[in-house]
């Protein structure tokens, strides 16, 4: 049962789209699926046959991570698959080949803890939760209920810093903290990891704790009967592996940075090896215990390295650890530079304009705004004016995808890393509207409170260093979106003006510099160039902010 959004921790089969023995493709809707906010399609990401429903229609409370079914790559193993299999046995969700890995004395590799149950009361393992879609780890940040302590349905456990933002664990269920798992601090957690568990009565707290001691929480270590290839993703560049193609990276010792990935979202695919074998340009892995050859100098050489005075020690340096949201920024950048063609406009606005009715609006109306709100409002209003530069790349279909709503995202400077909430349908709200939701939004993000629907979606970027001496600037787009606005600051220029009387003369005026980075699968030319030319009207005319 596959986590299907940030709060799921059990569904419901609505569905089955496919029947046993039906043939499937990557990409074909297995089943849909009742979660805790919607009936979403459940998606293959491998080849082969449906060999086993586990979880028929009409199943509730399907726990996430339990098995629903089980594939097989041959049509003929299906027959194979026993009778009395049921979604509550010992089913694993590694194929047949895997299994006849382990049977036969291979190497099991696994990371998840495991924590000895059997001698327990009735308790319930709380595992670490999936709390934005992009999250497969997480920190604990803060424990908010201690051992002993009651806990009511909605109380806040503990704080959780994900890739996005640290957010409240709330209980599902009411009961009693007994053990601990993950204690304040605790790093890289995976999602599902136990790191807690409760009771129902207070009097099996202390049974709890005493069963689980240090060595019955503990991580299975490989057991080698033979050297293999070890997997370790966290040094690849795939999200994640199909567990098809880690038994063949593993059989063959595969290098994994000779592999490249052809699934949805960076998935590492059985068809992906296979081929990469076929090809015979994939590179086998060393063993940890091979260690590189070294060459043995001269006496004389070493003296020499020794004494050079030309060769300096390195300057003295400090660690500095990345929160999990600068994590996820970085790789998050570097794919989009990677993936994306960035396409860079530039054009330069007339800032008296702006300057004089935000005074207006003060002085007349007592609004008090920013610049950046109607800077805001102004772009709102060229993407509704020109509907092609508010869409994004469907990278599966290969076509542009028209966005309903004008949503834009602010970038936010925090503590932790670079965020960007979204202030919805900003074409439709007034400014001070816009003003006072920005302000809510960018005071949330620096305490890290935002929820994931105040910081995911969003069809256009606006990034502003304004406040800070820089005339202008190239943003990178923050996909899945197409643009991001970059705005410099105001400069005071001397140019010839018409004035009223019909005669040029110089004149000081203040301009702004602002550089659009499109998707160039998006914005031809034509789409940016019509883009900025509205833009530009809206700030030479502010009474198009108000139509």
């Given at each position: 049962m596959p986590a299907l959004s940030p709060t799921m921790n059990q569904g419901n089969i609505a569905k089955w789209r496919k029947k046993e023995g039906d043939k499937i493709e990557v990409g074909d809707v297995l089943c849909e699926i009742e979660t805790d906010k919607a009936t979403l399609e459940f998606e293959c990401l491998e080849e082969g046959f449906l060999a086993k429903v586990l979880a028929p229609?009409?199943?509730?409370?399907?726990?996430?991570?339990?098995?629903?079914?089980?594939?097989?790559?041959?049509?003929?193993?299906?027959?194979?698959?026993?009778?009395?299999?049921?979604?509550?046995?010992?089913?694993?969700?590694?194929k047949v080949s895997d299994e006849n890995i382990?049977?036969?004395?291979?190497?099991?590799?696994?990371?998840?803890?495991?924590?000895?149950?059997?001698?327990?009361?009735?308790?319930?393992?709380?595992?670490?939760?999936?709390?934005?879609?992009?999250?497969?780890?997480?920190?604990?940040?803060?424990?908010?209920?201690?051992e002993g302590e009651k806990i009511e349905v909605g109380d806040v456990i503990c704080e959780i810093e994900t890739d996005k933002a640290t957010l409240e664990f709330e209980s599902l269920e009411e009961g009693y903290l007994a053990k601990i798992l993950a204690p304040e601090g605790s790093k890289d957690v995976p999602v599902g990891q136990p790191i807690a568990v409760t009771v129902e009565d207070p009097e099996d707290i202390e049974h709890v704790k005493s069963s689980l001691g240090s060595g019955l929480v503990h991580e299975e270590k490989p057991i080698h009967?033979?050297?293999?290839?070890?997997?370790?993703?966290?040094?690849?560049?795939?999200?994640?592996?199909?567990?098809?193609?880690?038994?063949?990276?593993?059989?063959?010792?595969?290098?994994?940075?000779?592999?490249?990935?052809?699934?949805?979202?960076?998935?590492?695919?059985?068809?992906?090896?296979?081929?990469a074998i076929k090809s015979g340009k994939v590179?086998?892995?060393?063993?940890?215990?091979?260690?590189?050859?070294?060459?043995?100098?001269?006496?004389?050489?070493?003296?020499?390295?020794?004494?050079?005075?030309?060769?300096?020690?390195?300057?003295?340096?400090?660690?500095?650890?990345?929160?999990?949201?600068?994590?996820?920024?970085?790789?998050?950048?570097?794919?989009?530079?990677?993936?994306?063609?960035?396409?860079?406009?530039?054009?330069?606005?007339?800032?008296?304009p702006l300057l004089s009715f935000r005074k207006e609006l003060i002085e007349q109306h007592n609004v008090k705004v920013s610049v950046n709100d109607i800077i805001i409002k102004a772009v709102s209003i060229a993407l509704r004016n020109v509907p092609e530069a508010n869409a994004y790349w469907d990278t599966e279909k290969g076509e542009v995808i028209l966005c309903d709503s004008v949503d834009v995202s602010v970038a936010v400077a925090t503590d932790k890393g670079l965020m960007t909430p979204i202030v919805r349908?900003?074409?439709?709200?007034?400014?001070?509207?816009?003003?006072?939701?920005?302000?809510?939004?960018?005071?949330?993000?620096?305490?890290?409170?935002?929820?994931?629907?105040?910081?995911?979606?969003?069809?256009?970027?606006?990034?502003?260093?304004?406040?800070?001496?820089?005339?202008?600037?190239?943003?990178?787009?923050?996909?899945?979106?197409?643009?991001?606005?970059?705005?410099?600051?105001?400069?005071?220029?001397?140019?010839?003006?018409?004035?009223?009387?019909?005669?040029?003369?110089?004149?000081?005026?203040?301009?702004?510099?602002?550089?659009?980075?499109?998707?160039?699968r998006v914005f031809d030319g034509k789409v940016g160039g019509a883009f900025l030319s509205d833009l530009r009207l809206n700030f030479s005319d502010m009474r198009r902010l108000m139509l």
């Open positions: 229609d009409g199943s509730k409370d399907v726990a996430v991570g339990q098995p629903i079914a089980i594939m097989v790559e041959e049509l003929d193993d299906v027959q194979k698959i026993p009778a009395s299999v049921t979604g509550r046995s010992e089913a694993r969700t590694e382990k049977a036969g004395g291979g190497v099991q590799e696994t990371s998840s803890v495991n924590i000895n149950t059997s001698e327990l009361p009735p308790h319930a393992v709380l595992g670490m939760p999936a709390l934005s879609p992009t999250m497969n780890q997480g920190n604990i940040a803060k424990w908010r209920k201690k009967e033979k050297p293999r290839a070890e997997i370790h993703p966290g040094k690849s560049i795939f999200s994640r592996i199909s567990p098809s193609a880690k038994v063949l990276i593993t059989e063959h010792g595969l290098d994994l940075s000779s592999l490249k990935a052809s699934g949805a979202h960076g998935t590492l695919l059985k068809a992906d090896v296979l081929a590179s086998p892995s060393l063993p940890k215990d091979t260690k590189p050859s070294t060459e043995v100098l001269p006496k004389s050489t070493v003296k020499i390295a020794e004494t050079s005075p030309h060769i300096k020690q390195s300057d003295s340096f400090e660690d500095q650890p990345n929160s999990q949201i600068r994590k996820v920024i970085a790789k998050r950048l570097v794919e989009s530079k990677q993936t994306t063609p960035h396409l860079y406009l530039s054009i330069d606005v007339a800032l008296d349908n900003t074409d439709q709200k007034t400014i001070s509207s816009i003003s006072s939701e920005v302000k809510e939004l960018a005071e949330k993000a620096r305490a890290g409170k935002l929820k994931p629907n105040e910081f995911q979606g969003g069809t256009f970027s606006i990034s502003n260093l304004g406040m800070f001496p820089v005339d202008h600037f190239c943003a990178i787009i923050n996909p899945p979106q197409s643009g991001i606005l970059a705005v410099g600051r105001g400069n005071k220029f001397v140019e010839p003006v018409i004035g009223s009387d019909g005669v040029e003369c110089p004149a000081v005026v203040t301009k702004m510099a602002l550089t659009l980075s499109a998707d160039h």
